[in-house]
């Protein structure tokens, strides 16, 4: 019987940060982007999306 050694080199990790800081900087830019955004544009958006969805809101 043999055995298998699995080596696990940096890679993993620097895939993981990578992942971690492009969903921070969407998360932080989404916020932003909401708290500057005038309220009727928002609104306008998210209705827009419930009818791309199919998804009755009137």
Known sequence: MSTN???LTGTRTN???GAVLFAAFLGLGLVFMAGFAPA???HNAAHDFRHSQNFPCH
């Open 5 to 7: 050694t699995l080596v």
């Open 15 to 17: 895939e993981r940060l």
């Open 40 to 42: 009727m544009a928002l």
